[in-house]
């Protein structure tokens, strides 16, 4: 009687194992994602996560404030533009907010940009006048890099990207 106990206890058990391992439709379905996509609507972490042919921009924070940077005309996602701005490339592209702070590694975001093209940097009302230093040279020896002194809530400067990443302030 024994063995017929525990022959059922197997069977049974090897039913349950079975069952909970079936490759069901929810786990098994294709969500549509290709492997060679990109995800374009994440922070860029390292310069090689910018597409080809795009230059590695960095903000990064000298003051000792907590600040927000906002940014139109990048290669992110979400969409600004088109700004017609005089002496300016048009300002069109994706946009970006970075909470920056005081103290490493939170004092620095790294942003993509097209060459040839513009976009406007600035901060909103409320945060003090932090001083940034800009740069869309980041990952080349000896970087071309500007100063900025952001005004609480304005202006909203705007700068052409060269062919060779360098930045030309243009409002």
Request: negative net charge.
């Amino acid at each position: 009687m024994k063995s017929i106990t525990f022959s059922i206890f197997i069977a049974l058990y090897f039913t349950f194992i079975l069952c909970g391992c079936e490759n069901s439709s929810d786990h098994s379905s294709d969500q549509g994602i290709q492997p060679s996509s990109q995800i374009d609507t994440r922070t860029v972490d390292k310069c090689s996560d910018c597409p080809p042919n795009t230059c590695c921009c960095s903000v990064e924070l000298l003051s000792d404030e907590n600040t927000i940077i906002y940014m139109c005309g990048t290669t992110n996602a979400g969409h600004c533009g088109p700004l017609t701005i005089t002496g300016c490339y048009t300002v069109e592209g994706g946009t970006e907010h970075f909470p920056l702070y005081p103290y490493p590694p939170g004092n620095r975001a790294l942003f993509c940009m097209e060459k040839g093209h513009a976009f406007t940097i600035g901060s909103p009302g409320g945060l003090g006048q932090p001083t940034v230093k800009l740069s869309c040279q980041y990952n080349q020896p000896f970087p071309q890099y500007v100063i900025l002194q952001m005004m609480s809530g304005g202006p909203v400067y705007t700068f052409n990207v060269a062919s060779d990443c360098g930045l030309t302030q243009c409002n």
